[in-house]
């Protein structure tokens, strides 16, 4: 909620406040964010705040506001802030607390775009923004037809793919990439990972080494730990040591 305040992506038209709520330094800061917006602040029932909020835990305030803004593949291929793009493809993830972690790491991380497929995979939705902590309120998404010709695309716009998988030919800590590279990552689904399509498609597909006994890591796990991969090589310069 904060974060959707302080971003100004998108229009609030109201913060709705529960009237049973215990009062706390986070839900001030967003009263006093909205008021300052000239965004009007109502008090309601906790069972009418439950559902506004059509989740389990609104922690005591919800926002009515507009839709997330929606870009275009081809615009996610635009360089900002003086990088090369930083890509975070996602293939048919559809547990919401993955993709919304996933999605808080990719913020953090510097990522400048996510693409997800828009068929037979989760999107945002109540769960996957409150576990997402306001990441989405920063990362353009592209929805697209099917992730396999998204990579095409960005392949032919210069783009680096790297999927993510056990079965990789190379590990994640060789992967050569500087600020100058543009780059995605392309992180599979909860248990098959990545289909065969994409796979195919990927200009390499890196490992995380693993030392234990475990087979795998979780899906947000493992996209936490490449995308900061990707970003500390990009911090290091033309050698990405």
């Known amino acids: 909620m904060r974060e959707l305040l302080l971003a100004g992506r998108r229009r609030v038209r109201e913060v709705l406040v529960s009237a049973d709520r215990d009062d706390s330094e986070i839900l001030e800061d967003i009263t006093e964010l909205a008021a300052g917006l000239g965004v009007p602040v ?55 607390q993955n993709l919304g972690a996933a999605l808080r790491s990719a913020e953090c991380a510097g990522v400048t775009g996510v693409v997800l497929p828009r068929h037979r995979a989760v999107h945002v939705t109540p769960t996957v923004a409150k576990a997402a902590a306001g990441a989405i309120e920063y990362l353009p998404m592209a929805l697209v037809g099917g992730l396999p010709s998204a990579i095409g695309v960005l392949r032919a716009g210069g783009v680096l793919t790297v999927g993510l998988d056990a079965g ?3 590990s ?4 050569e990439v500087d600020a100058a590279q543009p780059i995605a990552l392309v992180l599979g689904a909860e248990g098959r990972g990545l289909s065969r399509l994409v796979r195919q498609r990927c200009d390499l597909v890196a490992a995380i080494p693993l030392l234990g006994r475990l087979a795998s890591l979780n899906v947000a ?7 900061f991969e990707v970003a500390r090589r990009r911090l290091a310069g033309p050698t990405g040591a």
Request: aromatic share 2%.
């Open 172 to 175: 994640l800590f060789e992967l």
């Open 168 to 170: 990789g030919e190379r």
């Open 42 to 96: 109502r008090q309601v029932s906790a069972s009418r705040l439950r559902a506004e909020a059509r989740t389990e835990a609104p922690q005591g305030v919800v926002a009515r506001c507009a839709p997330l803004p929606e870009v275009d593949l081809d615009e996610l291929l635009v360089p900002g802030g003086g990088q090369a793009p930083f890509l975070l493809l996602l293939d048919g993830i559809t547990d919401p």
């Open 221 to 227: 796990a493992a996209g936490a730990l490449a995308c």
